[in-house]
């Protein structure tokens, strides 16, 4: 639990700085953005990456399950959400809410500290589904041309 707790202070500790530095204008706009490409393009992969290396072939089988749970948590959610939506009344973005977690950033460190390399190699399967079903779905919902999944942006 020591590292848990670690973790999450390591990581309030960047929000702060960066807070802090966006506050005292050494942080822009511009480097925001390049900040946030090093983040998801670079970072983010390397991380996955590295936890998948060394897994062993006994592995695979789970990593299958994972998968398919996953798939089918992101078709039953926007099915639930559709529901909560039909009984509510409720605009598109809370149905958003109730499918997709914020599980990005702090999810892969958090899993990390906890279950090592293996729970980070399990989690990003998890969220490779995730960032296809938000990506897709969760941008059809909320675009309001109606062209529906653009799969060159996809």
Not at 56 to 84: C, E, N, R, S, Y
């Amino acid at each position: 639990m020591n590292e848990v707790v670690t973790q999450l202070i390591m990581l309030f500790g960047y929000i702060a700085v960066g807070f802090v530095c966006n506050r005292v204008h050494i942080l822009d706009e511009v480097s925001d953005k390049y900040f946030s490409k090093l983040l998801l393009q670079i970072t983010l992969p390397a991380s996955i990456i590295a936890s998948s290396i060394g897994q062993d072939d006994t592995d695979k089988m789970q990593a299958f399950i994972i998968l398919g749970l996953a798939v089918a948590i992101f078709v039953f959610l926007p099915l639930l959400g559709a529901g909560f939506q039909k009984l509510t009344k409720c605009e598109d973005t809370y149905k958003l809410m109730l499918t997709y977690s914020n599980l990005g950033f702090m999810g892969i460190p958090i899993m990390n500290a906890m279950y090592g390399d293996t729970g980070t190699f399990y989690a990003s399967l998890f969220m490779m589904i995730f960032n296809v079903s938000v990506f897709s779905y969760g941008v059809s919902v909320l675009d309001e041309s109606g062209k529906g999944i653009d799969f060159k942006q996809l």
